[in-house]
């Protein structure tokens, strides 16, 4: 068994979908594993010309290859449900025979919406995230073995022994991003599970085995919550923002935008040990024409689109791990 892990290095909505995608489209994995969060998740994909967006269901359905929900994870039985319904509609197949749950997830229960929503200080996505990880480090949450009769519908797995077969070749689809991390994340504006690689071990699979470990982000940065991110004295942020379609796919709110925080991104590679980097959205800092991010002591300008891409590369020099970095310039393909 070998296995490559792929996070968001941002605050979510680095393109992950797209990336997630391309690669099941040019490799022979057998199985594409979430292995944090829950409905707050929104990634989107386009298949054989048809948009499609995912919340709880790994991105490898759409090639047929079994998935698995992870321990990680928070599950919301009802929306499971509902969207196996939706790919079902889109010509997706046998989703029951190819999903598979782990025994140790939690479950987002009924009044957790609810209650996510009355609580919320930081600009949750009101998915009843928060109350189904505190209710389970609390030590009352309600685990997938513990909802009567959900194997009569449901394949559900110890994912450990699920997964560690020789055979294997599984994709960790990590969901959110660095800067949304509980530990790592600006907090308290962060959701509540592990954004990073390591967040993939929970899975129950040896360090030992992984290969590769693919972050993502943009060329810029976007946010969605209640925290001021962007400058609102600066009009080419808004010009991106509309260039980008910036808008969620979850929840539809519009996301703040700033540059690209280049420190914090050498961290995010750092500390999730990334191997390939993926920079999306590159078509859309070319449209608006200003090659700008954040350098650790002033906002940098960069006379063209080539020395900013240089500059960047410098910068991530001294990641000796990092084998491979790709600018993206297409929405669909890497
Ligand atoms: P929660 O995960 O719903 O508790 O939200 C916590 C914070 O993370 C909020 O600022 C959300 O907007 C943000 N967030 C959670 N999931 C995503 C995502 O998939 N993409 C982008 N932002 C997210
Ligand atoms: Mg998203």
């Known amino acids: 068994m070998i296995f490559d892990i792929l996070v968001g290095l941002q605050h979510g909505d680095e393109g992950k979908g797209k990336v ?11 199985h594409c594993v979430r292995f944090n969060g829950g409905p707050n998740a929104g990634h989107t994909i386009y298949h054989d010309g048809n948009k499609l967006v995912l919340h709880q269901i790994p991105v490898g359905i759409i090639w047929g290859t079994d998935c698995v929900i992870g321990p990680g994870c928070v599950v ?16 997706i197949s046998d989703i029951k025979e190819k999903l598979f749950i782990a025994h140790n997830a939690h479950v987002i229960l009924d009044g957790y919406i ?34 009567p009769g959900l194997r009569n519908k449901f394949n559900v ?34 959701t509540s599970s592990h954004c990073l690689s390591y967040g993939a071990l929970s899975c129950g699979v040896p360090m030992q085995n992984i290969d590769k470990i693919y972050g993502i982000c943009k060329i810029y940065d976007t946010y969605v ?6 400058n609102p004295d600066d009009d080419a942020l808004q010009e991106l923002a509309k260039a980008g379609n910036e808008f969620g796919a979850t929840t539809g709110r519009r996301r703040q935008c700033s540059w690209l925080d280049l420190p914090k991104l050498k961290q995010a590679v750092v500390t999730n040990g990334v191997t390939n980097l993926i920079i999306n959205k590159c078509d859309i800092i070319r449209i608006v024409g200003k090659y700008r991010l954040h350098d650790g002591k002033s906002l940098r300008s960069s006379g063209n689109y080539e020395d900013m891409c240089s500059f960047i590369r410098d910068s991530l020099r001294e990641c000796h791990f990092l084998r491979e970095i790709l600018f993206s310039s297409s929405p669909n393909e890497v």
Do not use: C
């Open 114 to 147: 609810d209650e996510d929503n009355r609580t919320d200080t930081i600009g949750s996505t009101g998915e009843g995230i928060k109350p189904a990880y505190v209710n389970k480090y609390e030590k009352i949450g309600t685990r997938i073995d513990g909802v």
């Open 157 to 190: 797995v110890d994912t450990s022994t699920f997964l560690n077969k020789s055979e294997n070749y599984i994709l960790f689809e990590g969901a959110q991003g660095y800067m949304l991390d509980i530990d790592w994340g600006d907090y308290p504006y962060v």
């Open 225 to 230: 919550g209640k925290k001021t991110f962007q």
């Open 20 to 30: 997630v995608h391309h690669l099941f489209k040019n490799n022979k994995y057998t």
């Open 76 to 91: 919301n039985l009802k929306k499971l449900e509902e969207e196996i319904l939706y790919l079902q509609e889109n010509g």
